[in-house]
Structures are given as structure tokens and as C-alpha cells.
């Protein structure tokens, strides 16, 4: 039915033209935020047809699913490739289409009530103060109460960087994500590539067949796979004593 598939309107296309970071540097594709920006008044149309043709389809341009790799000095040795930060910069056009579909993921989250309350990580209004109080609250309580007290870090390394797309697929429609939405996803993963730039010297194109897209670059605009992969888990790991024994 016509009233089943996304629609983008344009109002909606040109508030996220006027958000956009002008100081950011542009993906493969060579569109510069600031010239988005300022000429958003004629962009937003033709960005608003894009987007929910694109969205219907299935089909994802090419340049959305690129990205360039820049080192980003931490501290240390500079002759250390350890101690450089990888940074992708990827399409402004395709990031923004990545927003509206992270509404999508978002909505679907909050109606089937997805993520428990116990969970702090990447949750609006909570953070990893949030989640050290109520963790010490519980283990007071235990304590208070005369129980003993065990307590457990885990550190998955590279976790998100090993995620499998075509598991992570599965696992969305699994959870009741709508279709078009869910194919998208498919072929936004599909075929993606990534190079290293530096100073204006170019790699070749290689391959990415598993881990978070643009995870490096910014959390607020390339966290689509984070919410995704909360999607795929029931029960979310926590110190939470009442989820003991549930499946992860």
C-alpha cells in the first residue's frame, strides 16, 4: 500500500541542510558541507526525491558507500602507526540519509521496547555516569543486605570493527524491521570501500566486509549500526543483577 513506504519531505531535507557542520571535511564524492549549506534552498528538493527513491528501492548510490581514511595523530611516537586515530570521511549527502533512517531504527526501538532500561550505552540521556551510578547503587544495596559481592569486567577487543552484516541483516528483520527499511541496510553494507588519503596521496580502494561504517568518524552522525546491532540483542550485557541467566 502507497501509505506503507517512507516518505521524505523536503522540509525535513532542508532543516538537515541548515545543520550541517560547515567545517567538516567532504567524502569521496567531492560535496563539500558548505556548499550544502548555502544552497539548501535548492538542494532540498532534489535531496528529498533522492533519499525516498532511494529508500523505496533499495538502491544505494555508489559514492555512499565509500569512504576515505585519514590518520589522525594521538600522542607518542609519530613514526608509531599505533598512534594514529583513523578517521573516515564519507558522503554528506549519504550521512544525512543515514540520519533519517536511524529515525526509523530509532522509533522501531522505542515502540517494541527493544532496549531495557538498564541499558546506558549510546541511550539518549544516559551515559557512562549514569550506568557507574545505578551500578553502584545495586552493589551497595547487595551489600547493605548482607550478600556477597562479585564483580566482572568484560572488554570485547575490536568489537564493533568484527560485526557481520549479513548476520546483523538477519537479525534486524528478525526483529520486526520493516522491509524497505531493512533492505536499504542490505545495500548500504554491500560493496563497500574504503582508502587512506594522506596529504593529498591516495591508496587503493579496498573491500570492507564487516565491522560499524564510519564508527571513527563521528558518533552522532554514523552511529546507524550501533543502534542496529542494539536492535539484534534481547537482553543488553549489564551489571544489572535481574538479568542474570537471560540471553545475550
Request: charged content about 30%; overall charge neutral.
Amino acid at each position: 500500500m502507497q501509505e506503507d513506504f517512507p516518505l521524505v519531505e523536503e522540509d525535513q531535507v532542508r532543516e538537515q541542510l541548515s545543520k550541517l557542520d560547515t567545517h567538516k571535511s567532504m567524502g569521496p564524492d567531492g560535496m563539500h558541507p558548505r556548499v550544502l549549506r548555502e544552497l539548501a534552498e535548492v538542494t532540498a528538493g532534489l535531496l528529498s526525491i533522492l533519499f525516498e527513491r532511494s529508500w523505496r528501492t533499495g538502491e544505494v548510490p555508489e559514492d555512499w558507500r565509500k569512504a576515505n581514511v585519514t590518520p589522525v595523530f594521538k600522542k607518542g611516537k609519530k613514526e608509531d602507526p599505533g598512534n594514529y586515530r583513523p578517521i573516515s570521511l564519507t558522503s554528506s549527502p549519504g550521512k544525512m540519509m543515514e540520519r533519517l533512517v536511524l529515525a526509523i531504527i530509532s522509533k522501531h526501538l522505542e515502540e517494541k521496547k527493544a532496549i531495557r532500561s538498564s541499558q546506558h550505552g549510546l541511550t539518549k540521556e544516559k551515559s557512562c555516569l549514569t550506568n557507574l551510578i545505578a551500578f553502584y547503587d545495586g552493589m551497595t544495596g547487595c551489600i547493605d543486605e548482607g550478600r556477597a559481592v562479585d564483580v566482572v569486567y568484560l572488554d570485547f577487543s575490536k568489537a564493533f570493527d568484527i560485526v557481520s552484516h549479513s548476520i546483523l541483516i538477519g537479525k534486524l528483520r528478525k526483529g520486526g524491521l520493516d522491509e524497505c527499511t531493512a533492505r536499504w541496510i542490505e545495500n548500504w553494507l554491500k560493496d563497500r570501500a574504503q582508502r587512506v588519503v594522506i596529504s593529498g596521496t591516495e591508496s587503493s580502494w579496498r573491500p570492507v566486509t564487516s565491522g560499524v561504517i564510519g564508527r571513527q568518524n563521528c558518533l552522532n552522525d554514523n552511529k546507524l549500526l550501533w543502534v542496529s546491532q542494539a536492535l539484534t540483542q534481547r537482553y543488553m550485557v549489564t551489571m544489572n543483577p535481574e538479568l542474570e541467566g537471560q540471553e545475550l
